[in-house]
C-alpha cells in the first residue's frame, strides 16, 4: 500500500495560518511544473501534442499562468471559463471551448477570441451559424459511442447513458454539413469515462478514436487535423490504488496511432488531452482545524461547501492529522463539516490517530474539482486559495469571501449595507 504524505508539513501549516485563517486550499506549484513536464514528455513523439487545462477543474488564473508557461493551453466551457483565459493570455487555438446545452453568446464570445469550438450535437451547427453568420473554419464534433464503455479490465462506464456527444451516424452528418458550410480544418472529440486509474484507458479511447477518424476521412473525405482525448485520467485517492503511469500511457496512444493512424497516410494528425483532474488533483489540498468533538465525531473548521465530492458522490479523500503522520491510527472518527445536512462529512468510520482540538487536518486530493465545487449553502463562505510556491514562501492567490461578497448581489437596495 501506498503511503499518502501530504506535501506541506505542520510548521508549514502553523506558519501560514499565522497571516491566513483556516480553512484553505493549498496548491503545490513544485508538484503542478513537474507532473505538466511529465505529461508533455509522454507525448512528445507527437509534434501537434498540446493538453488543454480544463479550467472547471481549477478555475483559478495563477493556477492558469503556470499551466501556460508549462505549454498548455485551456479547455473551457463557460463564458465566466473563457474571461479567465483571455485575462490570462490564452488566445486563439490556444482554447478550445468544449461546452453543451452552450447559450449561442457563448459560442459568440469563444469565436471572437478564436477559440477551437467543440459541437455536442449535430443540431448545435445551425445555432452556431445562425449566431456567429458563419461557420467557422476550424470546428471540432463531441463522439458518444453509446451502449457501455469496456476495457480488458472491465466495465468503464456507460457512455449511452451520458447526454454528451453524437452518434457515429450524427458526427459523419454534421461532418458532411460543416464542409459544405465552409469549415476547413476538422477534430474529434471524445470523453467518455471519468477519473481511470488504469494506464489503459487512454489507448482503449486512442483506439476507438482513431478508428473512427479512418472510417471519418473514407466516408466524408474529410482527414481530421486533431484527435481530442478530452480528460478522464485519474489520480489514486485511496493509498492503495495504483497511480496512473502518464509515460506508459503516452507509449501506449503511440502504439495504437502507428497502427491505426500511420498506415492510412494519417501520421499527421495533433493529439490533443483536456486534463483537469490528473493535472491538479494531488498537487492541491484542503487544510481545515478540529474545532468540536462529540462522541466519534470531529467537526472541523471546513464543510461541504469547500469541497463537495464526499457529500455528493461519497468519494473518498484520505486525510492526514498534522504532525501526527507517524502516529498510529487507533481511533475510528466521523469527520464533519457544519452544514445542516447531514451528509457534510469529509469521512466516516475513518481509523486516524487520536484527534486534539486544533489539530490541523489535511484533506488530500482536493487540486481538482474542489475549491471548484464550492457554493454557499448555509451562508458558508468561500475559503482562500494559497499556492506553495517552488523557493517554499506561500502566497495568497485567492482570498476567502466575506459576508459582502455573499451579500454583494443585493447591492441594488440598501438591506445588507451594513454588511
Ligand atoms: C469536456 C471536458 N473536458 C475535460 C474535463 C476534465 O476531466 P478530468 O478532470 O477528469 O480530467 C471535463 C470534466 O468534466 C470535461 O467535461
Known amino acids: 500500500m501506498m503511503e499518502k ?3 506541506v508539513s505542520l510548521e508549514q501549516i502553523q506558519e501560514m495560518v499565522e497571516k491566513f485563517p ?18 508533455h514528455q509522454a507525448f512528445a513523439w507527437n509534434p501537434g501534442f498540446k493538453e488543454y487545462f480544463a479550467v472547471k477543474a481549477t478555475p483559478n488564473p495563477f493556477i492558469l499562468k503556470i499551466l501556460k508557461e508549462e505549454g498548455c493551453g485551456t479547455d473551457c466551457s463557460s463564458a465566466t471559463e473563457l474571461m479567465l483565459s483571455e485575462s490570462c493570455g490564452f488566445s486563439g487555438k490556444e482554447i478550445m471551448f468544449s461546452s453543451n446545452d452552450t447559450p449561442p453568446e457563448e459560442f459568440a464570445f469563444a469565436h471572437k477570441l478564436g477559440a477551437v469550438i467543440n459541437l455536442d450535437d449535430i443540431t448545435h451547427i445551425a445555432c452556431l451559424e445562425e449566431t456567429l453568420g458563419t461557420i467557422p473554419e476550424t470546428v471540432s464534433c463531441r463522439f458518444n459511442p453509446g451502449g457501455i464503455y469496456t476495457i480488458s479490465n472491465g466495465i468503464m ?15 459523419m452528418e454534421a461532418y458532411k ?15 467518455l469515462v471519468s477519473n481511470t486509474v488504469t494506464n489503459d484507458y487512454y489507448p482503449m479511447l486512442a483506439k476507438t478514436l ?25 489520480i489514486p485517492y485511496r493509498p492503495e490504488q495504483e497511480p496512473n503511469d502518464i509515460l506508459a500511457i ?10 491505426v493512424l500511420v498506415p492510412e497516410g494519417m501520421g499527421d494528425v495533433a493529439i490533443y488531452t483536456e486534463c483537469g483532474r490528473f493535472m491538479l488533483g494531488p498537487y492541491g489540498c484542503l487544510v481545515t482545524k478540529a474545532i468540536h ?90 475559503s482562500a486559495e494559497l499556492l506553495l510556491k517552488e523557493d517554499g514562501s506561500v502566497a495568497l492567490i485567492r482570498r476567502a469571501e466575506t459576508a459582502k461578497d455573499y451579500f454583494a448581489t443585493f447591492d441594488f437596495c440598501d438591506l445588507l449595507k451594513a454588511y
Open 293 to 382: 468533538e462529540k462522541h466519534t465525531y470531529i467537526g472541523v473548521d471546513a464543510c461541504a461547501a469547500n469541497l463537495m465530492r464526499p457529500a455528493m458522490y461519497g468519494a473518498y479523500h484520505h486525510i492526514t492529522v498534522a504532525g501526527k503522520e507517524e502516529e498510529v491510527c487507533d481511533h475510528k472518527y466521523d469527520i464533519v463539516g457544519s452544514l445542516c445536512e447531514n451528509n457534510d462529512k469529509f469521512a466516516v468510520d475513518r481509523m486516524l490517530p487520536e484527534i486534539a482540538m486544533g489539530d490541523y487536518l489535511v484533506i488530500h486530493d482536493t487540486g481538482a474539482h474542489g475549491f471548484a465545487m464550492g457554493y454557499n449553502y448555509n451562508g458558508r463562505l468561500r
Open 157 to 171: 462506464d456507460n457512455p449511452g447513458d451520458a447526454k454528451y456527444g453524437m452518434t457515429e451516424v450524427q458526427l
Open 177 to 191: 454539413i460543416l464542409k459544405e458550410k465552409g469549415a476547413k480544418h476538422f477534430g474529434i472529440h471524445a470523453f
Open 250 to 259: 503516452g507509449e501506449g496512444v503511440r502504439r495504437v496511432y502507428e497502427e
Open 5 to 7: 504524505r501530504p506535501f
Open 22 to 39: 483556516t480553512p484553505f486550499h493549498l496548491y503545490d506549484e513544485k508538484g503542478i511544473r513537474e507532473n505538466a513536464r511529465k505529461l
Open 210 to 234: 482513431f478508428e473512427l477518424a479512418v472510417r471519418v476521412k473514407k466516408e466524408t473525405g474529410i482527414q481530421a487535423e486533431f484527435i481530442n482525448l478530452s480528460g478522464g485520467v485519474g
